[in-house]
């Protein structure tokens, strides 16, 4: 019989560079040979992460192979469909789920049948489909009809165990159904596992199931929608409604900070009261104020400043956002919010030591978080357009689909609270906009790259469904102002800077008051250039009392000036002052006359004395009260930045989730030759009968495990080179029993001892 290795090695090209695709933790980092490579697909991280990905079926099909194949038996594929019950129109599914588990390295066929990856027996658990271990040849041949003359509690004790688990606590002596028990373990239809337990035996449990694994296969569920679907055109416009909304939140948070920043903790994240003001000032509840702003932050729009009183600020990136069209700012929040590793709905809630969760938390980091998204809005793209899906039919589809990676409930149901908020979903179902968003995340995401054509873009698809922008202002005598649908940008903003905004919808109604029409000729311009630009938007020419009150404000605005002054320069004796403000070489200081003795300067105290004595004058600085101050030089400091060791100079790497798929699918390509060659170059020859050519001894820990793993999953002896306490080393030729947590349990049969081995003190593993 060949081993897992060697089937890896017979593989094609094209099917390994598949394996590395599907299973990318295989190739990050680098394997160096075809056996670190099957040493790293029978880790146990490794095949936790392939298992966690596979459907109800493959799960099936993988505990029914194990199952039967425990004790040696030969399994082939007719074995297994026959064990889950498969009847004639299920057996393509059941091949399916096999051919799924083959590619995936989790099962491997030679000659005789089907074989578990090694190690995959321990993931299972040591009840795989409900079966306790096998104990080899049973000693006393199962006999059913001797039931017949059973207690009658005893077929209720062997129903109960029958489908699993099949241990069970021993009843009470004086219990009615210790008499069961006691006549079952009598007959040998049960089986002493310890004091206190019992365990139906396999062969007992076989023949109850008349040789099945599992009651009937597995088959996906049949998703259940809420009400009515609704009609496409629908849910296009509420997600419309919901993007526009969301992009016109983020963007009122980046103007709120950029006047007046937030603290940023001590401990990190958003304090309890600035998330209250921003939700008040937002108009929202805190749990979509929390949400707002930790979609900023992932989407790079605010970020710490890293000042020594650190605030949260806008960044550099968020002007040229802000003059994006709406749809590309909309896919800008969409993009991070999918792969976005922070959980906004956790905030609010309790921790470990019983604090409230702040938004902004650096502790809010999950990296399964973009993987539920993916998922929940896969289940949402399978059922048809409009559909609207409860969360508990997501999460039952879910648990379908990745019976050993079912997501939280609560995270589920926030996934789809999110999306209604920013516009994946729309009336509760998958919009256009969210569709295409998939999609790109399937292009771009691990799998094998798709040569469908690309369908339209997040920004194309909400860009179809927006109603088109219109440039008409409706302005009334009680200095209100109505836009018939969604305003153009540039009204927008015009009435963003002159108004107040009171209600959106269908329509957009705008009130103007003395405060905002003073707050517009703040920024720039006047009455007149206001005027104009309300006169070129209204459809009905502007009514007097706005008139008025626009030029009534144009008028008193200005009257007083404000300016800027950083220091100041007094002299008793005005001629002392008389050439300093016109001197071209003290154009730096930007001073100004304030009265006949004394000049304003904005350049600080310090700079102002600093230029001065350099050009021969003799100031000295004073304080408020006119008292004379001396004050010390300033002496700088810089922090340390310590580089550290393992720093590498230069442009970093790209991580590898930023690739693409056509990247991944090229790297790989290159990847699988390069094993071949380190396999076939590094191969040793062999040590006299010890070792075969294409088995090399296994040096790397990695592959070591690999080699004794499969070692215990066929019985073969392997020559183990262990260090001893005191560093002396020893060989022995042992047959591994079991292989896991960091510890190794082997038999030598020459001493007919049995022994454990720490993984870190094993120094080579070779096949015999």
Known sequence: MVTFTEHLRARGDDELVALLLQRPDLAAPSPSTLSSLAARASSRSSLERALAAVDASVLQALEAVVALTEGGAVVHRDDVAAAVGAQRAQRDRVEHALDRAHQLALLWTDDEGLHPAPGLAELLGPYPAGLAPSTGSPEHPVDLAALADAPPAARSVLDALTWGPPVGIAPPVDSPAAAAVDWLLEHHLLMHGDARHVVLPRAVAMALRDGRTHRAPATPPEPVPTGVPHAEALVAAESAAAAERFVRLVALLVRTWEQTPAPVLRSGGLGVRELRRIAATLEV??????????????????????????????????????????????????????????????????????????????????????????????????????????????????????????????????????????????????????????????????????????????????????????????????????????????????????????????????????????AALDVGGTADDLLAGLAAHARGGIPQPLEYMVRDAGRRHGQLRAGYAASYLRADDPALLAGLVDDPSLAELGLMRLAPTVLGSVVPPRELLAVLREHGLAPLAEGPGGQVLHPEPLVHRVRNLRRSPTSRIGAPTRRPETLTAQERAGLVAQLVPALREAEQSGAPLGEGDERRVHEPVATNPVTALGVLREAAAQGREVWLEMVGPHGVHQRRRVRPVHVEGGRVRVRDEARDAELTVAVHRIASATPV
């Open 285 to 518: 509840d805190d749990t979509e104020a929390a949400f707002v702003v930790e979609l900023a932050a992932a989407a790079g729009l605010i970020a710490e400043d890293g000042e020594e009183s650190p605030s949260f600020a806008p960044t550099l990136s968020v002007d040229e956002w802000l003059n994006d069209e709406l749809p590309s700012r909309w896919a800008t929040l969409a993009r991070a919010w999918a792969t976005m590793v922070r959980t906004p709905w956790m905030v609010g809630g309790r921790d470990e030591r019983g604090g409230v969760r702040a938004a902004l938390d650096p502790d809010l980091t999950r990296p399964w978080a973009p993987r539920v998204r993916h998922a929940v809005l896969t289940v949402l793209a399978e059922v048809p357009p409009g559909t609207v899906l409860r969360t508990e039919a997501v999460l039952e589809m879910l648990r379908w689909r990745t019976p050993r990676s079912v997501p939280p409930e609560a995270a589920v149901a926030a996934t789809l609270h999110e999306g209604g908020l920013l516009g994946v979903l729309g009336a509760g179902a998958l919009s256009p906009a969210g569709r295409a968003l998939l999609e790109e995340l399937d292009r771009s995401g691990h799998a094998v790259p798709s040569s469908e054509p690309a369908g339209p873009t997040p920004e194309a698809a909400l860009a179809g469904a927006l109603p088109q922008p219109v440039s008409d202002l409706l302005l009334q005598g009680d200095l209100t102002g109505i836009v018939p649908g969604r305003p153009t940008p540039e009204l927008a903003a015009l009435l963003e800077r002159s108004g107040v905004i009171e209600s959106r919808g269908a329509a957009l109604t705008v009130r103007f008051t003395p405060e905002s029409i003073r």
